[in-house]
T-cell receptor
Framework: GESVGLHLPTLSVQEGDNSIINCAYSNSASDYFIWYKQESGKGPQFIID?????DKRQGQRVTVLLNKTVKHLSLQIAATQPGDSAVYFC???????????FGAGTQVVVTP | NAGVTQTPKFQVLKTGQSMTLQCAQDMNHEYMSWYRQDPGMGLRLIHY???????DQGEVPNGYNVSRSTTEDFPLRLLSAAPSQTSVYFC????????????FGNGTRLTVT
């Protein structure tokens, strides 16, 4: 079946630098995408979402970019902080009730 | 609001035992779902519900049952536990499904020996 995947399993980032986490999706029918952050021992926490009628959406220190031509999604974190160390998941929804299909996740490690 | 509350946090079962994982939300969300998370894998959907009295299967439903008698509660039942069901289970809810993000509980870590 079609799936959501991530290019890099681990991303090491120096504190203060910008982080970019990438995600490829293969289902062209997907029209809603979400990024989640998961800290150790906790449930995934919503970061930001984007609909397929948008190319870019910004939140606090985060920006999600959607390129439907190449089926690519990215999450940019500005001025990465130690508290940003976590696993980040992208997810896509393809039906009216939003059953999410998740990627495997990227571990972000922020180094001092 | 407490959000999504899952109990217990940890559970150890022997093969063949049954148990119920509890999930409750106080946000008046219509949509609730159960996911399992295994090492190196993303979350996989087990069952979901779009409202009280309505449930449906997700990607990996075998060995699990659900019911939705109230808007607030969505328990997950393991009928006869197997080692392959060792996992972390997350319950999630959202206001109306797509277009409204899922809110997750903090999970139940289940070990089946």
């Amino acid at each position: 079946g079609e799936s959501v995947g991530l290019h890099l399993p681990t991303l090491s980032v120096q504190e203060g630098d910008n982080s970019i986490i990438n995600c490829a999706y293969s289902n062209s029918a997907s029209d809603y995408f979400i990024w989640y952050k998961q800290e150790s021992g906790k449930g995934p926490q919503f970061i930001i979402d984007i609909r397929s009628n948008m190319d870019k959406r910004q939140g606090q220190r985060v920006t999600v970019l959607l390129n439907k031509t190449v089926k690519h999604l990215s999450l940019q974190i500005a001025a990465t902080q130690p508290g940003d160390s976590a696993v980040y998941f992208c997810a896509e929804a393809t039906d009216s009730w939003g059953k999410l299909q998740f990627g495997a996740g990227t571990q972000v490690v922020v180094t001092p | 609001n407490a959000g999504v509350t899952q109990t217990p946090k940890f559970q150890v079962l022997k093969t063949g035992q049954s148990m119920t994982l509890q999930c409750a939300q106080d946000m008046n969300h219509e949509y609730m779902s159960w996911y399992r998370q295994d090492p190196g894998m993303g979350l996989r959907l087990i069952h979901y519900s779009v409202g009280a009295g309505i449930t449906d299967q997700g990607e990996v439903p075998n060995g699990y049952n659900v019911s939705r008698s109230t808007t607030e509660d969505f328990p997950l039942r393991l009928l006869s536990a197997a080692p392959s069901q060792t996992s972390v289970y997350f319950c999630a809810s959202s206001y109306k499904g797509k277009g409204s993000p899922l809110h997750f509980g903090n999970g139940t870590r289940l070990t089946v020996t």
